[in-house]
């Protein structure tokens, strides 16, 4: 073999590594999409519970929200689930609304996993502890949400915040 014939039979090797590179790479990377979350976290708004125990409220911060999501990947007989967070966070007016406000979120968020056709896989609730709710949507898809925040003593906490936290998984159903 001639050294020009090599050359092409490396090149050759070279690019068919490189195509194969790009297109596993392509295959494996498993980008979040709305079509992915379920209904529950697509639809399901706090803001307006929250809002309504502010009437009345002298302090300048309302509802802060918060949301982010991240990639998944499956090759071979590795993967990472997709991934999805939203965030809802509250001053109180007053440390006295601490018990009604997260009970309401509690019934909230339960009702909301209901409409949604989630099952509500374990439910632990405590005022001075919060709320923790693990649930699951289809066959693909699993959440927890968590509120509140541990007791201080005597005192209740100045704020309340909402966690949603969702998985997509990569993997076909079982």
């Known amino acids: 073999m001639s050294v020009r014939g090599n050359l092409i039979g490396l090149a050759a090797?070279?690019?068919?590594?490189?195509?194969?590179?790009?297109?596993?790479?392509?295959?494996?990377?498993?980008?979040?999409?709305?079509?992915?979350?379920?209904?529950?976290?697509?639809?399901?708004?706090?803001?307006?519970?929250?809002?309504?125990?502010?009437?009345?409220?002298?302090?300048?911060?309302?509802?802060?929200?918060g949301s982010s999501s991240s990639a998944g990947y499956r090759f071979l007989r590795d993967f990472k689930n997709v991934h999805y967070s939203r965030t809802a966070?509250?001053?109180?007016?007053?440390?006295?609304?601490?018990?009604?406000?997260?009970?309401a979120l509690h019934r909230s968020v339960i009702s909301a996993l209901s409409?949604?056709?989630?099952?509500?896989?374990?439910?632990?609730?405590?005022?001075?502890?919060?709320?923790?709710?693990?649930?699951?949507?289809?066959?693909?898809?699993a959440g927890y949400v968590t509120s509140g925040s541990k007791m201080t003593g005597e005192t209740w906490p100045a704020y309340v915040t909402l966690q949603l936290n969702e998985e997509w998984n990569v993997r076909n159903p079982l």
Not at 90 to 96: F, G, I, K, V
């Open 115 to 141: 409409f949604s056709g989630c099952k509500v896989d374990s439910d632990d609730f405590a005022v001075a502890g919060g709320v923790q709710i693990s649930y699951r949507c289809g066959t693909r898809t």
């Open 13 to 65: 090797v070279a690019c068919s590594v490189f195509l194969a590179d790009k297109w596993i790479s392509a295959k494996a990377v498993v980008a979040p999409e709305v079509a992915m979350q379920s209904d529950f976290l697509r639809l399901y708004n706090p803001v307006p519970l929250l809002n309504s125990f502010r009437v009345g409220c002298q302090s300048r911060t309302g509802v802060g929200t």
């Open 89 to 103: 966070h509250m001053e109180l007016c007053d440390q006295s609304q601490y018990p009604t406000v997260l009970t």
